[in-house]
């Protein structure tokens, strides 16, 4: 599972060197097929990350994005960011990231020995992935599963799922979850995906 979630690192262009169809109402009620709103992108290393009404509040200088809104658009632009950030920190950067973005327990001490053991030289801009939108398969007030969508410069599509957690006021990747970082080739994008468009 953290080795997935590393491999995603040579998924979205980087170069190391080494050292179910959910319903469209949650728990609460809550539409989970409703899109963020007054979407902007902001430019992650060769790729975008979504920024709107529903988050992120703040992206900091080592390029960790927080605050985002306790609901399933939160959710949904909370994976959208989190592991691409992850991903694409550079070498001085990825240790605030990591503690500001993904929930402490043993998967999360993996990914940071492994990150640890590599330096990054470049992002291939060609292999970046192109954010699309997501979809929610599961979603309570306290965790949330959600599939990301991306296309690459080659027509490919992908879809990745992020297991999320509401955690000290924020939205967080659990890299314990069984299915975290799982990424699979796929035809089309889902018509239940929720597009993130700019606005």
């Given at each position: 599972?953290?080795?997935?979630m590393?491999?995603g690192?040579?998924?979205?262009?980087?170069?190391?060197?080494?050292?179910?169809?959910?319903?469209?109402?949650?728990e609460?009620g809550?539409?989970?097929?409703?899109?963020?709103?007054?979407?902007?992108?902001?430019?992650?290393?060769?790729?975008?990350?979504?920024?709107?009404?529903?988050?992120?509040?703040?992206t900091?200088?080592?390029?960790?994005?927080?605050?985002?809104?306790?609901s399933?658009?939160?959710?949904?632009?909370?994976?959208?960011n989190?592991?691409?950030r992850?991903?694409?920190?550079?070498?001085?950067?990825?240790?605030?990231?990591?503690?500001?973005?993904?929930?402490?327990?043993?998967?999360?001490?993996?990914?940071?020995?492994?990150?640890?053991?590599?330096?990054?030289?470049e992002?291939?801009?060609d292999?970046?992935?192109?954010?699309?939108?997501?979809?929610?398969?599961?979603?309570?007030?306290?965790a949330a599963?959600v599939?990301?969508?991306?296309?690459?410069?080659?027509?490919?599509?992908?879809?990745?799922?992020?297991?999320?957690?509401?955690?000290?006021?924020?939205?967080?990747?659990?890299?314990?979850?069984?299915?975290?970082?799982?990424?699979?080739?796929?035809d089309?994008?889902?018509?239940?995906?929720?597009?993130?468009?700019k606005?």
């Amino acid at each position: 599972m953290v080795a997935a979630m590393v491999a995603g690192l040579v998924a979205a262009g980087v170069t190391v060197a080494g050292c179910s169809s959910p319903d469209d109402q949650g728990e609460s009620g809550v539409d989970v097929s409703a899109p963020p709103t007054n979407v902007t992108w902001q430019q992650v290393g060769p790729a975008q990350a979504p920024k709107a009404d529903q988050g992120p509040v703040k992206t900091g200088s080592s390029g960790e994005a927080v605050g985002f809104e306790h609901s399933p658009q939160g959710v949904g632009l909370a994976a959208m960011n989190t592991p691409l950030r992850v991903a694409l920190a550079g070498d001085q950067s990825w240790p605030v990231v990591i503690r500001e973005s993904v929930v402490p327990n043993r998967a999360r001490d993996e990914l940071v020995n492994d990150r640890a053991a590599y330096q990054v030289t470049e992002f291939d801009r060609d292999l970046a992935p192109q954010l699309a939108g997501y979809r929610i398969t599961d979603y309570t007030d306290a965790a949330a599963g959600v599939e990301v969508f991306a296309s690459y410069s080659d027509q490919s599509k992908s879809s990745s799922f992020y297991q999320m957690v509401w955690s000290s006021g924020d939205w967080k990747l659990d890299l314990s979850a069984d299915k975290a970082g799982t990424v699979s080739s796929i035809d089309q994008f889902p018509d239940e995906m929720v597009k993130v468009a700019k606005a």
